[in-house]
């Protein structure tokens, strides 16, 4: 078993500021921007938080509150960190995964390792461009099917994906311009 799910990444981003129980990392989906990113309903969380902390990442301990039922409060674990931190670094391969995977490494590199955000989008930049590379391979090899009518939906669903890879570089290409021109001191 192994971590699945993008929501399993942000609750470790999450505790990477702050131990926090349950309820606490909930409200952080549902009223901010990790929200907008994310949408986690609240079995999902406690579940996340299960196997993570079956798979080592976290560890909880038992709060008592008085008269209130007892809270557990996560906490990362060195693991954790260095699962995070390496996920956090790393492109995504492929560009559908930049709409949550890559938005969630934003999210919490802004913070924490703010210096190193422009790294990460230029090599983002540098996966979609090898992936539009192999989509217009593809292209090419397939230029004589697009008459059959069987490889006509395959033709179209390749150019839907070679335009879709094209805008994401667009933005990214934004996205790098808009984070050196906030590095530079104003004039």
């Given at each position: ?81 260095a699962l ?32 190193q955000t ?70």
């Amino acid at each position: 078993m192994q971590i699945s799910e993008p929501a399993e990444y942000a609750l470790l981003g999450l505790l990477q500021a702050r131990s926090m129980h349950g309820y606490e990392m909930f409200q952080e989906f549902e009223r901010g921007t990790l929200g907008e990113i994310i949408h986690l309903e609240m079995s999902q969380l406690y579940a996340f938080l299960k196997k993570l902390e079956r798979l080592g990442y976290i560890e909880a301990t038992v709060k008592e509150q008085g008269s209130r039922p007892p809270r557990k409060v996560y906490h990362l674990r060195e693991e954790g960190r260095a699962l995070f931190h390496t996920w956090l670094l790393e492109p995504v391969e492929k560009p559908r995964d930049i709409r949550i995977h890559f938005l969630i490494k934003l999210y919490f590199l802004r913070p924490y390792a703010s210096e190193q955000t422009i790294a990460l989008v230029q090599r983002q930049a540098e996966a979609c461009e090898r992936f539009l590379q192999h989509l217009e391979l593809r292209q090419q090899a397939s230029i004589d099917d697009r008459q059959d009518p069987e490889h006509f939906l395959a033709h179209v669903v390749l150019r839907s994906r070679i335009y879709q890879t094209r805008s994401l570089l667009a933005w990214l290409t934004e996205l790098t311009a808009e984070l050196r021109d906030e590095g530079r001191p104003n004039s």
